[in-house]
């Protein structure tokens, strides 16, 4: 009978034993025996245990596991072996706010017995198994096999010492055709033989990535490698399970292979160079690892990509994700290492004196707030430099030395709030928050966007950075990388209008006009909402006259019913995301500045239903089948899994339901865009056209156009982003918005800050 303990952070009401069926015996510890303890610290922990005197140790929670291991996520490793005889097992009690947690408990309850009962044990990768070549007759050899082996796919990754093909080289390939043996093939040993051998074998089957936007990239830049037919797990397990985060191709290995975390003593090795050496991790480049460690974990990547494969291309049999992942995903790949190659193009002149500008704002906020004597104060009293970023500091200037009444705004461990609409509440009884304010928001700019985005420019001035199609549950694009394109600055336009085109071209961006409410309105075949758009002019004011009844013309109603039209807005945009008559409240009297009461709110949505009862009517449908099924379709057949409309908590089960209605509108909007766009970027590709497409920003194609295409390319676009998809209105295509200007900022950056560089 083995000698089992199983730890928990403290004492909780879960009966383990019952758990585990009664199945083990086993000795019971908490790491703390404070119960009231909630965030644990290493001078917290008391438990009295020695792991050497226990065969396996069950680790229950994040807690516990990082205080036995090296590891943090007891999510990605949960039910599975660490060291040789630790066993982490996810906290029961995460359970009753997330459901969806409940078939990890169960498989890692499952795999943790087994392991115990000598069922499951880690399985030993061989060099056999995970060969390495250098030599090039060997390489040459090896690849003929493959081909004449004629595999239906045959999985392939790369090794590389950049994250972009212009900033590093290929290392090494790594090739499996039969889920059991991979190799990994040192580049250096490559020659003319070898290329045209991969060539033919890249040519006579269907190449599997894991991540195949990454790879391709660089196999296409360094070698001119093409892929007639390829596959990705990554995107494949994104039609599983669309959550963000749990496409890793380790996590999947973990999941669905018997290699749990292969990587393990690659990652281990470079943690003690780094400790040897002094190297910062930041610092550290993969060429650096020696061929012997590198071949295992790069071989044994191809064959877990193989294996996950096998796997996740079930998902095909399901025919809307099939669509989905043939029609959107796969061209979307194609697309995205287009628009990352053509690059954002910034000027480098405008970037550096964008940087004077911010750090003569910034000064010029210091030397303002140093004029107030409770500045000067306080770091005498303190005897250190008073620092803006500093929530505890910024307490003790407002609420100490300035006597400043707080808003009532608390932070989570409830202190008193310093956040950006604090200050901007506490502006109106000092200056001070103001200088602080701008102090903040300049240095951010500065530190995070134009510091950081200089030295990361190519030669030719453009910034190569990532967008990834399995980012969001929505489906909409997201930004990673060198420069995240989705979070640039709002409220000031000098980051904007630092990408600029070139001599000869405009900056063009298109955008699409109340896409979701336009999507809304086809989907629930709401007419009197399609005559809104049918009708024309200015949107929020025809919505406003139709549920107001206004005894105006819809275009004089912005002007003489300023707080309805609020109204109407705030109604139209807050459906969607289960808005009530406190949240319509809030944002219209935040709008129009004048108190809109709940009461007001109330009679607004009721009227506004009255109006437009087809989408009302949609809107219950919907929220009734999410409830009762926990997932929903969109149009363009994307997934949306729901779980956690199961959860006892009404709070988190309410946010799952508007999570859904949302998904159904925010998916099929950014579809129509992200669909125009692709098709926009091959006509560019055939025609021959120098236009080139560089971003997707939230509803925004941004595109640098030379002068004698514009006019074409808005022309060209737009037909394709209110191509008939299913999702028109009869004889009123979605809007397009075209915007353009020299830079991005579409002329704000020299209004407001004149000519300057």
């Known amino acids: 009978m083995p000698n089992v303990a199983l730890v928990e952070t403290k004492h909780s009401k879960t009966d383990f034993k ?24 290493k001078r917290d922990v008391d438990i009295q245990m020695n792991p050497d005197e226990y065969d396996w140790v069950i680790l229950v929670g994040s807690d516990a596991l990082k205080y036995y291991t090296k590891v943090n996520s007891v999510t990605e490793y949960s039910g599975k072996l660490l060291d040789g005889k630790y066993l982490p097992i996810i906290n029961p009690s995460m359970l009753a706010f997330k459901p969806e947690a409940k078939p990890t408990w169960e498989s890692s309850k499952t795999n943790i017995l087994d392991y115990i009962s000598g069922q499951l044990e880690d399985t030993v990768v061989t060099d056999e198994q995970a060969r390495g070549i250098r030599d090039t007759e060997e390489a040459n050899e090896w690849i003929r096999t493959c081909i004449d082996a004629k595999p239906a796919y045959i999985a392939l990754d790369s090794e590389t010492t950049g994250l972009y093909p212009r900033d590093g080289h290929m290392l090494g390939i790594s090739l499996c055709y039969d889920g059991h043996n991979g190799v990994y093939i040192d580049t250096e040993c490559f020659n003319v033989r070898t290329e045209v051998l991969l060539q033919l074998l890249f040519n006579q089957t269907t190449v599997v990535f894991h991540n195949a936007k990454f790879d391709i990239a660089f196999f296409e830049y360094h070698f001119n490698f093409e892929f007639p037919q390829f596959e990705d797990t990554m995107l494949l397990h994104y039609l599983i399970d669309e959550v963000p985060g749990t496409h890793g191709l380790k996590q999947l290995a973990m999941k669905w292979t018997p290699y749990g975390d292969y990587e393990q003593p690659m990652y281990e090795w470079i943690a003690d160079y780094c400790k040897r050496t002094g190297t910062l991790k930041s610092n550290f480049t993969w060429d650096t690892i020696p061929f012997d460690i590198m071949k295992t974990y790069a071989a044994m990547d191809a064959v877990v990509t193989y294996i996950v494969y096998e796997k996740v291309v079930r998902i095909k049999k399901n025919k809307q994700l099939e669509k989905v992942y043939n029609n959107i995903l796969i061209p979307g790949t194609r697309f995205l290492m287009d628009i ?39 770091e005498k009293i303190n005897g250190k430099d008073f620092n803006a970023n500093s929530t505890v500091q910024l307490r003790q200037l407002f609420f100490d030395f300035l006597g400043l009444v707080p808003t009532g705004k608390k932070t989570g461990t409830g202190a008193d709030s310093t956040d950006a609409e604090v200050l901007a509440e506490l502006g109106k009884q000092s200056p001070v928050p103001a200088l602080i304010s701008n102090i903040r928001k300049n240095s951010k700019i500065k530190n995070t966007y134009l510091d950081k985005i200089i030295p990361q420019l190519d030669m030719d001035s453009r910034l190569r950075t990532g967008f990834n199609l399995h980012g969001t549950t929505s489906g909409r694009l997201s930004s990673s990388g060198k420069l995240n394109m989705q979070q640039l600055p709002r409220d000031n336009p000098i980051v904007k209008g630092c990408i600029k085109a070139a001599e000869g071209h405009k900056i063009v961006a298109m955008d699409l006009t109340t896409a979701e409410v336009y999507v809304a309105a086809v989907l629930a075949s709401d007419e009197n909402l399609q005559n809104v758009f049918r009708e024309g002019g200015n949107f929020h004011s025809q919505i406003a006259k139709r549920v107001f009844n206004l005894p105006c013309k819809a275009e004089e109603v912005a002007e003489l ?22 949240k319509i409240s809030e944002q219209v009297t935040k709008d129009s500045g004048k108190l809109f009461s709940q009461q007001e709110a109330a009679s607004v949505i009721s009227d506004y239903f009255k109006q437009f009862y087809a989408l009302k009517e949609w809107i219950e449908n919907n929220q009734k089948f999410i409830a009762q099924n926990g997932f929903v379709y969109s149009y363009f057949g994307r997934k949306r899994r729901l779980p956690n409309v199961a959860s006892t908590d009404k709070g988190i089960k309410s946010h799952s339901i508007r999570s859904g209605l949302n998904f159904l509108v925010q998916s099929t909007a950014s579809d129509v865009n992200l669909l125009g766009a692709i098709e926009m970027n091959k006509h560019i590709q055939k025609g021959g056209f120098k236009s080139r497409i560089f971003a997707l920003v939230h509803d925004s194609i941004l595109a640098e156009v030379p002068f004698q295409e514009v006019d074409y390319y808005c022309e060209a676009l737009q037909d394709y982003i209110q191509k008939d998809r299913g999702i028109s209105i009869p004889g009123t295509p979605i809007g397009c918005d075209f915007e353009i200007g020299d830079d991005y900022s579409m002329g704000k950056y020299d209004k407001q800050y004149g000519n300057h560089v």
């Open 561 to 582: 019913y300023t707080t309805q039209r609020q109204a109407a807005k705030a109604v139209t945009f807050g459906i969607m995301y289960g808005a009530g008559p406190k």
């Open 340 to 378: 990352q190659d053509n690059g954002v193009p910034f000027n480098k002149e405008r970037l550096y004196g964008a940087q004077e500008l911010m750090q003569d704002e910034i000064d010029k906020s210091v030397q303002d707030l140093y004029s107030h004597p409770e500045v000067a104060q306080f």
């Open 18 to 41: 019952t758990e585990f069926d009664h199945k083990i015996e086993f000795d019971q510890y908490q790491l703390c025996s404070d119960r009231n303890i909630k965030k644990v610290l």
